[in-house]
């Protein structure tokens, strides 16, 4: 009975893999494998703007994330997402970074930062940026937005 089991197994099995060249053909590995080019690093766009955000997508506990889309900023592929935020709409002193990486296929970008260590019951304001990996602006900097920590 347990043989039986097996072969039901085996055999679709089988099957599936001979349809596909798998055992039986003269194709290679490397032939299947798909093929993936790697682009240079995209033109920097002549101007950068935030087309959709920046917002608050969650906050808890001492935890927030905020999230913003902007037009492909080109440049380096390595990116990063950037929140200044503070106490105060003056004093934006602590920031918060998140890595990504670019698709040059897409027109548009998604950012999102997680910012850490916040205050229970605290009102906390900020701004958003990018920069390539380099530390270099995008110069796309968003006005001045506020939450409040739960």
Not at 31 to 50: D, G, N, S, W, Y
Not at 53 to 68: F, Y
Not at 102 to 118: I, K, M, P, S, Y
Request: with cysteine.
């Amino acid at each position: 009975m347990r043989s039986l089991r097996i072969t039901r197994l085996l055999l679709p099995l089988a099957i599936t893999s001979v349809a596909s060249g798998g055992i039986f053909s003269n194709t290679t590995d490397a032939q299947r494998a798909p093929r993936t080019e790697i682009l240079p690093p995209a033109k920097a766009a002549a101007h950068v703007h935030i087309t959709n955000g920046p917002t608050l997508e969650s906050v808890r506990d001492n935890t927030a994330i905020i999230r913003w889309t902007s037009n492909n900023p080109g440049g380096s592929d390595e990116h990063f997402g950037v929140v200044h935020y503070g106490t105060g709409p003056e004093h934006l002193s602590e920031m918060a970074k998140s890595h990504i990486r670019l698709n040059q296929g897409h027109a548009e970008t998604v950012f999102r930062v997680r910012v850490d260590g916040l205050k229970p019951q605290t009102t906390y304001y900020y701004t958003v940026d990018s920069e390539q990996g380099n530390g270099k602006s995008d110069g796309v900097k968003s006005t001045v937005n506020c939450f409040t920590n739960p």
